[in-house]
C-alpha cells in the first residue's frame, strides 16, 4: 500500500483565538499560516507526491494552494476528512466551554464525547480512518505502492487517524499533539500500517518516501521483535 503524509492545515485565523471555529465560515490563513503554507512547498521538494486529498474546509485550499500551484496537482476534495461538527459548540469561547461537564468528557474518555447538535469522536474516526483507507487503496492501485499522497486535515481528524494507526484506543488520542502546518506520516501495509512521523515540524522530508528495494516489502527495520537489535 501507500505512504500518506497527514497534513494539518497551516495556523488559522481561529488558532488562538479562545473560540472554538469548527465548521463556521470565513475561517482562513492567519498571516503566519501563509508563511507556514508557502514553507511547505520546500519541506516537501524531495518527495514526490502523486496525489493530494483535502478537506473541504477554506483553510485547507488555503493551505495547499503553493503546495498545488508548484506541483501542477489537483486535489481531491473529501467531505469525510473536514473539521469535527461541533454542533451548538461551535463558535462559543473555549473559557465557556470549559465550564461544561462535557469538557472533561471529551479530555478523557472521547469515545463517550458527543457534542450537542453535532457529532461524536468515535463517528469523526470512523468517517476518517475510512477515508483515508479508502484513498490510500486508491492512489495504490493508481500509482503502485511506493506511492506518497498527502492528505489535508483538522487537528482532531488526525489526532483520530493517527491513534488507529498506532493501535491506540480513541480514549487515548488526546496523548498526541499535531500542530497547525506539521505533518505525520502514515505507511499503509497490506497487514498493518507503520507510523513514520508524527506532529513533525522540521525541515526535509524526503526521508520518508520509500525506497526502491522495499517496494513490495514491510517496512522491517520498525518492527524488529523486542524494539531493537
Known sequence: MATVILLRHARSTANGSGVLAGRAPGVGLADSGV????????RLAGVPIDAVVSSPMERCAQTLAPLL????????????????????????????????PLWQVVQQHPSAAVFPGGEGLAAVQARAVAAIRAHDARVTERFGPRA???????????????ADALGVHLD??????????????????????FVLRVNDNGGDLSGVVPPPE?????????????GTT
Request: net charge negative; hydrophobic share 40%; charged share 30%.
Open 172 to 193: 487515548g488520542f488526546q496523548r498526541i499533539v499535531v500542530d497547525p502546518a506539521s505533518v505525520s506520516v502514515v505507511s499503509y501495509t497490506p497487514t498493518r500500517p
Open 148 to 162: 506518497v499522497w498527502v492528505a489535508c486535515s483538522h487537528g482532531d481528524v488526525i489526532k483520530a487517524v493517527l
Open 69 to 100: 500551484a508548484a506541483r501542477g496537482l489537483e486535489p481531491v476534495v473529501e467531505p469525510e476528512l473536514a473539521e469535527v461538527e461541533y454542533g451548538d459548540w461551535t463558535g462559543k469561547e473555549i473559557r465557556e466551554l470549559l465550564k461544561e
Open 35 to 42: 508563511a507556514q503554507a508557502e514553507k511547505l512547498v520546500e
Open 214 to 226: 522495499k517496494r513490495d516489502e514491510e517496512p522491517s527495520s520498525d518492527a524488529v521483535v523486542g
